[in-house]
């Protein structure tokens, strides 16, 4: 089983949109069995990807719940599985972080390649140990100065897991405005900067409204509109993103194999 953490420190960066591209990409172009588990309070991902925001059974609070067996998730609109979220799902972060540890731990008895995280803004165990699952953290950026500005405490999260787990990480740039110095200026900046420029992802989404319209309509934005290159750049993104997974899977097999 394999891990994607989708993440930023601010709300409305996109962080959702990508978690559900990116489980639909797998899913799909890549054949392999995808959960996305909505971790965020405000469900979202779980609203958009079944149409359905409440659960009161079988939410990611299920797995906190030792006494309970694991959740049984449930089929999308699109082609992943989801584990719903849960409108108190805060409620865990006044546990420790060693139950959360055995809480995503659970997750293992499901029957899956891949688990895309989709998390909250906040900094908290719902942020923090999905990332200590390892696999790779993917970061929705805008350029925008408000929405950079927990890029240093994010980063730094990182380099202290990524020095006891194998955790990549890659900044994808999101809502971008074309032709905007502003934004130009920001990137330019971060694209010079040694703890974010090496991990930039040169591809740019587009700030359009193409993404929110299909995801309403439970569409990947390659499906919506085929004829919008908005859309193709989605879906390069998305391939870059689970390809390195595979690829990281790849080469600890052969580790394996050549060890064992």
Same mark, same amino acid.
């Given at each position: 089983?394999?891990?994607?953490?989708?993440?930023?420190?601010? %709300?409305?960066?996109?962080?959702?949109?990508?978690?559900?591209?990116?489980?639909?990409?797998?899913?799909?172009?890549?054949?392999?069995?995808?959960?996305?588990?909505?971790?965020?309070?405000?469900?979202?991902?779980?609203?958009?990807?079944?149409?359905?925001?409440?659960?009161?059974?079988?939410?990611?609070?299920?797995?906190?719940?030792?006494?309970?067996?694991?959740?049984?998730?449930?089929?999308?609109?699109?082609?992943?599985? =989801?584990?719903?979220?849960?409108?108190?799902?805060?409620?865990? @972060?006044?546990?420790?972080?060693?139950?959360?540890?055995?809480?995503?731990?659970?997750?293992?008895? /499901?029957?899956?390649? /891949?688990?895309?995280?989709?998390?909250?803004?906040? =900094? %908290?165990?719902?942020?923090?140990?999905?990332?200590?699952? %390892?696999?790779? /953290?993917?970061?929705?950026?805008?350029?925008?100065?408000?929405?950079?500005?927990?890029?240093?405490?994010?980063?730094?999260?990182?380099?202290?897991?990524?020095?006891?787990?194998?955790?990549?990480?890659?900044?994808?740039?999101?809502?971008?405005?074309?032709?905007?110095?502003?934004?130009?200026?920001?990137?330019?900046?971060?694209?010079?900067?040694?703890?974010?420029?090496?991990?930039?992802?040169?591809?740019?989404?587009?700030?359009?409204?193409?993404?929110?319209?299909?995801?309403?309509?439970?569409?990947?934005?390659?499906?919506?509109?085929?004829?919008?290159?908005?859309?193709?750049?989605?879906?390069?993104?998305?391939?870059?993103?689970?390809?390195? =997974?595979?690829?990281?899977?790849?080469?600890?097999?052969? @580790?394996?194999?050549?060890?064992?």
């Amino acid at each position: 089983m394999k891990f994607i953490t989708v993440t930023n420190q601010k %709300g409305g960066v996109g962080k959702t949109a990508m978690s559900l591209h990116i489980a639909e990409y797998a899913a799909r172009a890549r054949g392999i069995r995808t959960l996305l588990v909505d971790l965020d309070g405000q469900r979202n991902a779980t609203f958009l990807a079944t149409g359905r925001a409440r659960y009161e059974a079988g939410t990611v609070l299920d797995l906190w719940d030792d006494e309970s067996p694991v959740p049984r998730p449930i089929a999308s609109r699109m082609s992943f599985d =989801v584990l719903p979220g849960n409108e108190f799902a805060a409620e865990v @972060e006044k546990q420790s972080e060693e139950e959360a540890q055995i809480a995503l731990h659970r997750l293992h008895s /499901l029957d899956y390649d /891949l688990v895309v995280f989709d998390t909250p803004p906040a =900094v %908290g165990a719902r942020q923090v140990v999905p990332m200590q699952q %390892g696999g790779l /953290l993917v970061v929705p950026l805008e350029p925008e100065i408000q929405a950079i500005q927990g890029l240093a405490g994010l980063l730094q999260i990182w380099t202290n897991i990524s020095q006891e787990i194998p955790l990549a990480l890659r900044l994808v740039v999101n809502k971008r405005i074309k032709n905007s110095t502003h934004q130009e200026a920001i990137l330019d900046t971060l694209r010079r900067s040694p703890a974010a420029g090496p991990h930039m992802l040169p591809e740019e989404l587009t700030a359009r409204t193409l993404v929110p319209n299909a995801l309403k309509d439970g569409k990947p934005v390659w499906d919506y509109d085929r004829s919008d290159p908005a859309a193709a750049m989605w879906a390069v993104v998305c391939k870059k993103l689970t390809e390195q =997974v595979l690829a990281a899977d790849d080469t600890e097999t052969q @580790e394996e194999t050549a060890h064992g």
